[in-house]
């Protein structure tokens, strides 16, 4: 061994390093199966790989009911901000017609004279409401030119009711809530109203809690599942939508129904439904708020009691069951739904054949879709079809397709109604609306073209066309819109003169801070369920005079519409000296007597003018 070597490194040099190879592999292999499991899980959820038809069925439905609750929820938080602000504070509407003009094919001058006069009246309605407090107070007028004709004035609260029609009598008519009853025996009548309703009264009446929603309904659609077989569901993943000159290539899924299917998915449901109590205390309490809003409004409606209620619930879900059983659906059913890469239904397809009463075949197909064409414009579609086994029926068609977004845009609905058979020439039914809207912070405009065409020989039979615009203006809470429409008739079986109608409407709301209720004093008002004799018949009496006084003052025009000005009371002689029995005054005053026997005295004048 030379001087120089190291004992310790001897035999060294003949050794290698131990090799990395096996740690390699394991590395790569668990990549791989990494990838592998990402790949597959991408391919499982986004091209449905390894997928079975149920599994993707399911998986679209569930994307299709997580889609509508969205637009539910879009639906509900834009009508918070538009809608509830309206309907939580005092709201003030007003309606005008006006500039009605009629455009008849053959004009006389007497017509013409009458056209005239249409086309100065003016219609107005202005409302106050407090939904919180119900108050309402309603007035309506009608003017001939800058000429008031005639006014009404309605106010309600939870107190009383209210009428005035001033042309006819200058005070206010009113009866208090607690004497409705009285009110109501006396005029032999049970439709006196206590309150207007209001759409958040009814609102208030069904409304349900989104998340009590949810729970009440998941287990139905958990049963659904369950009760789906595999064997029902079938695939085929380059199935092509077609509808309206439109072409989507979409996984085409198909789910049978027999007989068999029908009446095991039918049990399950009824057995779900007769225990269901959470459910039915749902809709039974809310049954009940509904029926007590309409009593204590004063619209008279049978309260079901429990019992009832469930009885009626029993004897429904059972008839469910009875018609499976019969298998009123004859040859089962098939749908059919159109899904893209997304788990979107594009479009289901519901075909099945139902017996009527007489055992006659009906076969019927429902379709509904919603998909976005090559343009980018969003199409929605419902069809309904029936064909008995002699070839009648009908179909109904309704199509929108739009552009509209945040600013506006255009669209156009169509409603095409084809009926089969031996009817089939005049009960056709077909209606185009163009459309085009313009939307921002403070401006909305609309324009709105459409046709509506009945062809055929019927009574119905005819064209008409027409334009609608609108234009409105927002400022915070306020609306305030004015509208102008136009119509023409072409070929109108029912009538022949009238060619054209136009006219103008005017809308506002705004909210204000009070409902302005007319104050009911001894002045200004008369207690309509406590009147004497007496004061009824004075009532009659300044009534019957005001109400002559009024046709007379109007008889040019009333008699241009026709309406008769003869006297309303009996012909002059039929009345004369009227004397009035003493008892008939008894416990007026000498002050009060005079009053109404100069009354009667102008009665007795005017009568004899005529």
């Known amino acids: 061994m030379s001087s120089f070597e190291n004992p310790s490194t001897v035999g060294m040099q003949t050794a290698r390093p131990r090799s990395k190879k096996p740690l390699m592999v394991v590395l790569i292999i668990v990549l791989v199966l990494i990838l592998v499991a990402a790949g597959s899980a991408v391919a499982y959820a986004k091209f449905d790989m390894f997928k079975s038809p149920k599994t993707l069925y399911l998986q679209a439905e569930m994307n299709n009911l997580s889609s509508a609750k969205e637009s539910l929820q879009a639906v509900k938080k834009q009508y918070e901000a538009e809608v509830l602000p309206l309907l ?135 049963l659904y599942a369950d009760n789906i077989d595999p064997n029902q569901v079938t695939m085929n993943k380059n199935g092509v939508l077609e509808e309206e000159n439109t072409r989507i290539e979409a996984t085409e899924v198909i789910v049978t129904f027999n007989q068999a299917d029908i009446k095991r998915l039918t049990s399950s449901f009824v057995e779900q439904l007769l225990a269901d109590t959470v459910l039915q205390d749902l809709v039974y309490t809310r049954t009940k708020n509904v029926a007590l809003l309409l009593n204590d409004s004063g619209y008279p409606t049978q309260e079901p009691s429990k019992e009832e209620f469930l009885a009626y619930w029993k004897k429904s879900v059972e008839d469910m069951k009875i018609s499976a059983d019969k298998g009123n659906i004859a040859d089962g059913a098939t749908m059919t739904l159109y899904v893209d890469g997304n788990h979107k239904i594009l479009e289901r397809k519901f075909a099945f054949t139902a017996k009527n009463e007489s055992g006659q075949n009906n076969a019927m197909l429902i379709k509904a879709a919603g998909w976005k064409d090559a343009a980018a414009v969003n199409q929605t579609l419902f069809f309904v079809s029936s064909k008995d086994d002699k070839g009648e029926g009908g179909e109904m068609k309704i199509v929108n397709a739009s552009n509209v977004g945040n600013s506006g845009g255009k669209g156009k609905f169509v409603m095409d109604v084809k009926p089969y058979g031996t009817s089939a020439a005049n009960q056709a039914f077909l209606a185009n609306v163009d459309y085009d809207l313009q939307k921002s912070d403070t401006k909305e405009a609309g324009i709105f073209n459409f046709n509506i065409t009945v062809p055929g020989t019927s009574k119905d039979a005819g064209a008409i066309k027409g334009s609608m615009n609108i234009d409105t203006t927002k400022t915070g809470t306020a609306k305030d819109s004015n509208v102008d429409v136009k119509l023409n008739f072409t070929n109108v079986q029912g009538q022949s003169e009238v060619k054209g109608i136009s006219f103008k409407l005017h809308t506002k709301q705004e909210t204000i801070t009070e409902v302005k209720m007319p104050v009911m004093t001894a002045d200004n008002s008369i207690d309509a369920s406590k009147l004497t004799d007496q004061q009824r018949l004075q009532l009659l009496q300044e009534v019957g005079i005001n109400a002559q006084n009024f046709m007379a003052k109007n008889s040019a025009l009333l008699g241009a519409f026709g309406v008769p000005t003869s006297p309303m009371m009996p012909p002059s002689g039929a009345m004369p000296n009227l004397e009035i029995p003493d008892d008939v005054f008894e416990g007026m005053t000498p002050a009060e007597k005079a009053e109404m026997q100069q009354l009667i005295e102008q009665m007795q004048k005017a009568q004899s003018m005529q």
Not at 168 to 186: G, H, I, M, S
Request: hydrophobic share 40%.
């Open 88 to 222: 939580d504070k005092p709201l003030h509407s007003v309606v005008d017609i006006s500039d009605v003009t009629i455009d008849l094919a053959s004009p006389n001058a007497e017509l013409s004279k009458v056209m005239e006069t249409i086309k100065k009246i003016k219609l107005g309605f202005d409302v106050e409401q407090n939904a919180k407090t119900n108050q309402t107070l309603t007035k309506i007028s009608l003017a001939v030119g800058a000429d008031p004709f005639i006014n009404l004035e309605a106010a309600i609260d939870p107190e009383k009711m209210a009428l005035r029609v001033p042309e006819l009598y200058a005070k206010y008519l009113y009866v208090n809530t607690k004497d409705l009853d009285a009110l109501k025996n006396e005029m032999g009548t049970n439709n006196l109203p206590k309150k207007v309703l209001s759409y958040n009264d009814l609102v208030n009446a069904v409304y349900i809690k989104e998340e009590e929603l949810t729970a009440v309904f998941m287990p139905y659609g958990k």
